[in-house]
């Protein structure tokens, strides 16, 4: 699958953006998704996770309560809500794609870089101060 991350800009400290990975294919079809972000001169960090059926979710400390991540109804769309967005924020954010191979794993998302196996070419979010 092909992801495509969008959704990206300048935005002041305070202010609220919404992040979208389009896939090239159905997620509907057994894909867990996921964001991560990576600031400059930094490693690339787990933003937030949402399982395959979509029911469940987590997310980087740091960032519950300020971000909320979802799929939309046609399944090849997932979104990165992010409100309350401070200079710390300021990323490349990628979306990721994890294919389900077993059914024990319908309900679980994911939050490590190497458990991802399709990822999107990033967009930049930079918030002002």
């Known amino acids: 699958v092909q992801l495509q991350a969008s959704g990206g800009g300048l935005v002041q400290a305070g202010g609220s953006l919404r992040l979208s990975c389009t896939a090239s294919?159905?997620?509907?079809?057994?894909?867990?998704m996921g964001w991560f972000r990576q600031a400059p001169g930094k490693e690339r960090e787990f933003v937030a996770g949402?399982?395959?059926?979509?029911?469940?979710?987590n997310y980087e400390d740091s960032m519950k309560g300020r971000f909320t991540i979802s799929r939309d109804k046609s399944e090849n769309t997932v979104y990165l809500q992010a409100n309350s967005l401070e200079p710390e924020d300021t990323a490349v954010y990628y979306c990721?794609?994890?294919?389900?191979?077993?059914?024990?794993?319908?309900?679980?998302?994911?939050?490590?870089?190497?458990?991802?196996?399709?990822w999107g070419q990033g967009t930049q979010v930079t918030v002002s101060s």
């Open positions: 949402i399982s395959w059926r979509g029911g469940n979710t």
């Open positions: 294919e159905r997620i509907s079809n057994r894909y867990a």
């Open positions: 990721a794609a994890r294919k389900v191979i077993y059914n024990d794993e319908a309900d679980s998302y994911f939050s490590t870089q190497n458990q991802y196996e399709y």
